[in-house]
């Protein structure tokens, strides 16, 4: 019996392994007037069919990141091939944007439209048809999913809000969705990191839910979402209220707190269930 254990085992790791690769490309924004970088993983076999046409999901960072942030930090190549491998998630095309970097001081972060930096005007009118067409999306609300942690979680919650048409789902981990009580201070006045800051306030997606009338309700009512956050995270309270409040709205909505900081370790582990979350709301 031993013997035949072994020869299974053997059988299987010689079996290819599904592994994606992750590409670096830019586009070119009037909008910013600058070239935006970006990374792409794109599953197993994309080359080999060119007629084949993938769901897309849309993996924003944190704040004082970039776009080569869950590449490097999160390894999320290793995360997104296991999954596939699986099943647990379709093989899916995964565009990792750059809003942002380090010195937050002198470097614009943010995906909302803020003095001197409109980010979402850019998403939306350039960058989201310029990556699908290139990259060979499906193109509809029906396959296209958006998630992130932090400045990004806060990101993709607020872009299902104004575009609830156009995801399917929303995974916010550890989201940062209101700057009201000034849970990340802003700099002086004059510096980038005091827009970003301003912009979360002005873009609350707390204030979203409650002052949303039937009709946004509505709208609200055809994503899947999901908010994830640790339990020791100085951001915990807003998850809980937006629980709170989209319940109160009667918008369906998952919420998980699990042990853990605002931290790569936490959101690493995030990402093993939001990608299979995206995949099982994609449309079949």
Not at 60 to 81: E, I, N
Request: glycine content about 8%.
């Amino acid at each position: 019996m031993k013997r035949y254990v072994f020869a299974a085992l053997l059988l299987l790791l010689c079996l290819p392994m599904l592994a994606g690769r992750i590409v670096t490309d830019t586009v070119r924004s009037q909008v910013l007037s600058a070239d935006v970088p970006y990374n792409v993983y794109l599953p197993d076999g994309f080359d080999q069919n060119v007629a084949l046409r993938y769901p897309v999901i849309y993996l924003l960072h944190g704040f004082s990141d970039d776009y080569r942030a869950w590449r490097d930090k999160g390894q999320m190549q290793t995360v997104v091939d296991e999954l596939i491998g699986s099943g647990e998630c379709v093989p899916v095309v995964i565009i990792m944007p750059n809003a942002g970097g380090p010195d937050t001081r002198n470097t614009w972060n943010g995906y909302f439209n803020m003095p001197g930096w409109n980010y979402e005007d850019f998403f939306f009118q350039e960058f989201l048809p310029s990556v699908e067409k290139k990259y060979r999306a499906v193109g509809d609300k029906g396959h296209r999913a958006v998630m992130g942690l932090s400045m990004g979680g806060g990101g993709s919650t607020v872009y299902c809000q104004r575009h609830p048409d156009m995801f399917s789902s929303c995974y916010a981990m550890s989201p940062w969705l209101d700057n009201e009580k000034r849970e990340v201070k802003p700099g002086d006045e004059k510096d980038k990191s005091y827009f970003v800051t301003q912009a979360v306030n002005e873009h609350s997606a707390l204030r979203f839910v409650e002052q949303a009338d039937d009709a946004t309700k509505e709208k609200l009512r055809t994503v899947k979402w999901f908010f994830d956050c640790g339990d020791d995270d100085f951001l915990f309270d807003q998850s809980v209220k937006m629980h709170q409040l989209m319940r109160a709205a009667w918008i369906r909505d998952e919420l998980r707190i699990r042990n853990g900081v605002h931290n790569w370790e936490y959101w690493h582990l995030a990402l093993r269930m939001a990608l299979p979350f995206a995949s099982r709301n994609f449309v079949p």
